[in-house]
């Protein structure tokens, strides 16, 4: 299986700027302000918690839904004893009708969590989430395993699977034939075909990870519920999440979107990867204005450079997402391209709040 994101090239980077910008801070003469690293949270970045906190009661409810869903095709499944060519045969419009819901709710569980991941994937205190709901392997990945195993109804295990995007997307669009019934055609409309987007789940093992989903999905709310983000937090997330822009470029170039049916990428499959980065890069935008009268402190021009570059960067992956959706196909060699052009803006926007950081004498972590 393919990761919906290199969590290790993140922590790298995120190294590496940390250390290059450390080294010329180290320099300076000038008195440096108290370290602020309390647990209390800043009252400036309420709006921060808010939008977390929205987001994650969001993907709890998408999550119910989506395991509500997953409840009534297992009951069907389970009338005909699991039977999946009768289930086919007999209920055909009624498995068609759950499949076109399952693909509706995961697209609107993508974006709750996508819009909300460069706080969670970025701050110590919650990444370990990102892992478990985004960015995890399976178990062939020892170093990047998700930290759970799915546990169905029917009473098997599956140990560390996949990070739980993945599971469910996989599933309910037909794209990892491991997930699937066994010994049916996914034939939804009756024309004899297979097509993209046809699929007939295994109800025990789409059952069981939907149960996960929303488990910790409602963990994941709890948390964000009791958290309290520090300047720390803000400027961790930024330095960390915003120079990952060649990963997901480079997802997009494995996927349908580009691929089309030669793509060996199973997931990504519901959305594009722009997608999945404008919403990031959106989520990142209201952290930073958040913490943008702190940085005036250090400097206030450097920070409304900063501001405008990190803006033009969403934007920029906003206008290609328009152009996809317009009906503009991009090739793989302009999908390089314009990964290598948003990463060299992510990462010298990076390096900006780093900079302020060191100023400001504010710790930033390797997430």
């Known amino acids: 299986m393919?990761?919906?994101?290199?969590?290790?090239?993140?922590?790298?980077?995120g190294a590496t700027l940390l250390s290059v910008i450390?080294?010329?801070?180290c320099g300076a003469d000038e008195e440096q302000p108290k370290r602020n690293t309390t647990g209390a949270g800043e009252p400036g970045l309420q709006a921060v918690k808010s939008y977390l906190t929205d987001h994650t009661e969001r993907l709890a409810a998408d999550a119910r839904r989506l395991r509500e869903g997953a409840e009534g095709y297992y009951r069907m499944a389970e009338e005909k004893r699991f039977d999946y060519p009768a289930l086919l045969r007999d209920d055909r419009d009624k498995v068609a009708?759950?499949?076109?819901?399952?693909?509706?709710?995961?697209?609107?569980?993508?974006?709750?969590?996508?819009?909300?991941?460069?706080?969670v994937a970025g701050t110590p205190s919650l990444a370990d989430f990102d892992v478990i709901i985004d960015a995890g392997g399976d178990s062939s990945d020892p170093e990047n395993a998700v930290p759970f195993s799915v546990k169905t109804p029917g009473g098997k295990t599956y140990k560390q699977p996949g990070n739980l995007n993945f599971l469910v997307e996989t599933t309910v669009f037909g794209t990892e034939e491991k997930f699937q019934a066994k010994g049916v055609k996914a034939d939804l409309?009756?024309?004899?075909?297979?097509?993209?987007?046809?699929a007939v789940p295994d109800a025990d093992f789409y059952l069981g990870t939907t149960r996960t989903f929303e488990r910790y999905a409602n963990e994941l709310n709890d948390a964000a519920q009791r958290f309290?983000?520090?300047?720390?937090?803000?400027?961790?997330?930024?330095?960390?999440?915003?120079?990952?822009?060649?990963?997901?470029?480079?997802?997009?170039?494995?996927?349908?979107?580009?691929?089309?049916?030669?793509?060996?990428?199973?997931?990504?499959?519901?959305?594009?990867?722009l997608q999945d980065i404008e919403?990031?890069?959106?989520?990142?935008?209201?952290?930073?204005?958040?913490?943008?009268?702190?940085?005036?402190?250090?400097?206030?021009?450097?920070?409304?450079?900063?501001?405008?570059e990190l803006i033009r960067l969403r934007d920029f992956a906003a206008k290609l997402r328009k152009q996809e959706a317009d009906g503009k196909k991009f090739t793989a060699e302009e999908a390089d391209t314009l990964g290598t052009q948003a990463q060299e803006q992510a990462e010298e926007?990076?390096?900006?709040?780093?900079?302020?950081?060191?100023?400001?004498n504010i710790k930033v972590e390797d997430s």
């Open 228 to 273: 309290k983000p520090t300047n720390s937090d803000a400027f961790t997330s930024l330095v960390v999440m915003t120079p990952t822009m060649s990963e997901y470029f480079e997802a997009w170039k494995n996927s349908r979107f580009i691929a089309g049916g030669k793509a060996k990428e199973t997931a990504f499959v519901a959305a594009s990867r």
């Open 97 to 119: 009708s759950f499949v076109r819901d399952a693909q509706a709710g995961f697209r609107r569980a993508n974006p709750s969590y996508e819009e909300m991941e460069g706080v």
């Open 22 to 25: 450390f080294l010329a801070a």
């Open 279 to 308: 919403d990031i890069l959106s989520g990142l935008v209201l952290v930073y204005e958040n913490i943008r009268p702190t940085i005036d402190k250090a400097d206030r021009a450097q920070a409304q450079q900063t501001q405008r």
């Open 189 to 198: 409309d009756g024309d004899g075909k297979t097509e993209f987007g046809e």
């Open 349 to 360: 926007i990076a390096g900006q709040v780093t900079q302020a950081a060191a100023r400001l």
């Open 2 to 13: 393919t990761l919906r994101r290199l969590a290790p090239t993140r922590r790298a980077l």
